[in-house]
């Protein structure tokens, strides 16, 4: 009875919106094709590929490729790596846009503020490409930063070269790329603010610190915990596009991630199975930090992704 | 709102303007680097001690020996067609999709809204996009850098939020005068949200105009590479041959690096061109996110 109910209102709904459906055709077809079909191509993972056999007739090796990549010597490198390169960038990342935020929220005229704003997103505006041939050309040898260290003892080689410097490299490059663009969610927070609660501040005799952390910090902190949430969720997805364009065998030491390492598997070395199982692995990793830091942000004031 | 005047506050002023008049410097100084040393020659660099104030022995041998590799025009041409169609795609496809599932009363609405919002959080990786990609036969074709980027998710779901808070009274009239689906989308719905087509179509913009991985995986023939792969060889990979032919090894080496400069500023010229004139719209794209995330 109740199953002829529902069949009753699926053909009811198919009679009145099947143009709505026949429109929408060509976006579910876009998720099927390049959403769903490499999710189901994913099962790959568990077979040992060969694109000559093809899918259907590659063989079942169950679980073997991603034993393989656990017992592999590599694995703890990028692991460590991907962990090491995105929590370093969030932790030194995060604040700085809104240190930013609440300093430029001080300027009291408005075109000085719109000029600071205005230079400082620029770099947004660069494309990963550009930025990486820029950084590369200034850590070289005569480069301007490769002539700076060099003046504070550096022994003159490509700065690249030496797998200590990836990281601050990255970081670095990647805060001064993002700091203006990342600040304008919190200098809008930051506008949102009722003038009165300032006011009332001065009448009690509170300095410009004193309104900054008693007024300011708590008003946006709502938007400070969702958006560290949001980057918390993606700590195992480093920007790997950043990477490939940086690193060097020389440094995979300490710039190898796990992203980069699907690509070589995958793309140079045609390791199809284990690569899939890697990339596989990243991603059921970015699936439970999403999980597991949206509960968490449901607890906290009902801020949820979805 | 009155303001107290204190030295107290007037100092705080001062060290902060100053302070974040540093920060500028600091944000605009490497861009500012490359240009005067594009216009340099590669001596003077070296000698200059790294910091440069003004190009020193000003010369525009770099850019035209930049000029001389035919593909950067060739570059810049694929990409003005990747980010033109591209574009035109993208907005007709999420455009459609965000109608879709801005409708109420659909029964499939909410699984298919649940079945995308999965796309977000989990995907097949790497590997298994490149085989989706590759067995629908557009490798080495300009459409696999269109195709499979038609829809970003974030992007339809702002989109989504938008059309649906537009009143259903007006919907109301066209259904009544008889008016079809498509009718509805591209009389009534686009033209009512003329602010957030714009930015989302800036927001696929900009991606296609830094988009070199995809291109990287599925473009074999040179001559079809978007200009951000032909700057990854020039500045990534170093490779400047066809621009060095008549220039001895040697000498080659060292204008290689002036020639990488005058590189980053033809390739990022249209980007600061354009950019005062867009810069608003992106902001207001922060914010339409922001209500969203």
């Given at each position: 009875m109740k199953k002829s109910k529902i069949t009753n209102i699926i053909a009811k709904d198919f009679h009145i919106n099947w143009k709505l459906y026949l429109m929408v055709i060509p976006v579910i077809a876009f998720y099927i094709l390049f959403c769903y079909k490499p999710m189901y191509g994913?099962?790959?993972?568990?077979k040992n590929y060969s694109p000559r056999l093809g899918f259907v007739k590659s063989q079942w090796v169950g679980f073997k490729n991603f034993e393989n990549f656990f017992t592999s010597p590599d694995f703890g490198r990028l692991l460590r790596n991907t962990l090491k390169i995105s929590i370093t960038s969030l932790i030194v990342g995060f604040p700085i846009p809104i240190i930013l935020a609440l300093f430029l929220n001080e300027v009291k005229i408005s075109a000085l503020k719109k000029f600071i704003q205005t230079t400082t997103y620029?770099?947004?505006?660069?494309s990963i490409v550009v930025v990486c041939g820029m950084v590369k050309s200034f850590v070289a040898p005569n480069g301007i930063i490769g002539f700076i260290a060099r003046g504070f003892g550096a022994d003159g080689t490509n700065l690249l070269m030496n797998p200590k410097n990836f990281l601050p490299i990255y970081v670095i490059s990647g805060i001064w790329q993002t700091i203006g663009w990342d600040s304008i969610i919190y200098l809008a927070a930051l506008s949102a603010i009722d003038a009165e609660q300032y006011e009332a501040a001065e009448v009690d005799g509170a300095g410009r610190f004193r309104k900054m952390f008693s007024i300011t910090l708590p008003s946006i902190q709502p938007t400070i915990i969702t958006l560290l949430i949001l980057a918390v969720g993606k700590v195992m997805n480093v920007g790997y596009e950043k990477v490939m364009l940086l690193y060097n065998p020389a440094i995979y030491e300490t710039s190898d991630v796990i992203s980069t390492y699907v690509y070589r598997l995958g793309f140079e070395t045609q390791n199809w199975g284990l690569s899939t199982a890697v990339g596989l692995f990243n991603s059921v990793c970015n699936l439970v930090l999403i999980l597991i830091t949206n509960s968490i942000s449901k607890k906290y004031k009902s801020v949820s992704l979805w | 709102m009155k303001i107290r005047k204190t030295t107290g506050n007037r100092a705080f002023d001062i060290i902060n303007t100053a302070l974040l008049l540093l920060l500028t410097i600091i944000m605009i100084y490497p861009l500012y680097y490359v240009l005067v040393a594009s216009f340099s020659t590669y001596n003077s660099i070296l000698k200059g001690n790294g910091i440069l104030l003004f190009p020193s022995e000003f010369t525009v041998e770099a850019y035209k020996l930049a000029f001389k590799n035919p593909m950067i025009i060739k570059g810049f041409g694929n990409t003005l067609f990747v980010v033109i169609v591209g574009v035109l795609v993208n907005l007709i496809i999420t455009s459609i999709g965000a109608y879709f599932l801005s409708?109420?009363?659909?029964?499939w609405q909410k699984p298919i809204m649940i079945l995308i919002i999965i796309t977000m959080y989990f995907s097949g990786g790497m590997i298994p996009f490149y085989f989706a990609v590759k067995d629908l036969g557009l490798e080495n074709s300009l459409f696999a850098l269109i195709v499979p980027t038609a829809i970003n998710t974030f992007n339809l779901i702002i989109m989504k939020v938008s059309f649906s808070d537009i009143p259903s009274s007006i919907e109301e009239a066209v259904k009544i005068d008889g008016g079809g689906h498509f009718i509805m989308l591209f009389k009534i719905i686009l033209p009512l949200s003329k602010a957030t087509l714009a930015v989302i179509g800036l927001y696929y913009a900009v991606s296609h105009w830094n988009a070199w991985f995809n291109a990287m995986l599925f473009l074999k023939d040179r001559s079809k590479y978007p200009i951000q792969l032909i700057l990854r060889e020039i500045?990534?990979?170093?490779?400047?041959n066809n621009m060095m032919s008549d220039v001895g090894a040697q000498e080659a080496n060292y204008i290689g690096e002036t020639v990488k400069y005058a590189v980053i500023i033809i390739s990022t010229v249209p980007i600061l061109v354009v950019y005062p004139f867009l810069q608003k719209y992106f902001t207001n794209g922060v914010m339409i996110g922001a209500v969203k995330g």
């Open positions: 994913a099962l790959i993972a568990f620029l770099p947004h505006f660069i | 409708r109420k009363n659909v029964f500045l990534i990979q170093n490779n400047m």
